[in-house]
């Protein structure tokens, strides 16, 4: 018997999120950014690209302490996670894009920043999930073709 999607319990897989080593890859990337800026004679566009990683890396390790933090409750609720992502993704775009209006045109750094550091986010977390698949999923293939 199969339990309604309604009534399971909210359940995360454990994610590749390693924050140390997204911060060494920004500052990396903010350091190059701001260095090609500099050459073509905006110094503060990399600057603000910098913030814009930063910003995303903050939400990102806010994403995780609510996560662990809702799902340690006895019965984390779905729509709690939901109202949280949606309030915090509110914040940060309000952030950006007001560091993007108010600095017009260098300002728009923040938003390319925000945007490389979800990509980054991504790929950072989705290669070693895919690289372990592939791993268990060689395994299992060769059981099911043994049987």
């Known amino acids: ?3 309604p999607a309604q009534d399971a319990p909210l359940v995360f897989p454990s ?3 390693r924050p140390l080593r997204l911060l060494a890859v920004c500052v990396v990337f903010a350091g190059l950014v701001t ?4 050459l073509l004679d905006h110094p503060m566009i990399g600057v603000f690209f910098g913030v814009g990683l930063g910003l995303g890396l903050l939400n990102a390790v806010l994403v ?3 996560v662990q933090s809702i799902t340690a409750q006895e019965h984390p609720l779905k729509r709690k996670m939901a109202l949280n ?3 915090r ?3 940060m775009t309000v952030i950006g894009l007001t560091i993007a209006f108010i600095f017009r045109p260098q300002g728009l750094g923040v938003v390319f920043g925000m945007a490389l ?3 980054l986010l991504v790929l950072s977390t989705a290669l070693p999930v895919m690289k372990k698949l592939r791993a268990g999923g060689e395994g299992l293939e060769g059981e099911a073709t043994e049987q």
């Open 35 to 38: 260095l090609a800026a500099a």
């Open 89 to 91: 993704l509110l914040v």
């Open 85 to 87: 992502s949606a309030t």
């Open 64 to 66: 995780q302490r609510s």
């Open 117 to 119: 550091f979800q990509v």
């Open 1 to 3: 018997m199969t339990t």
């Open 15 to 17: 994610v590749a999120f």
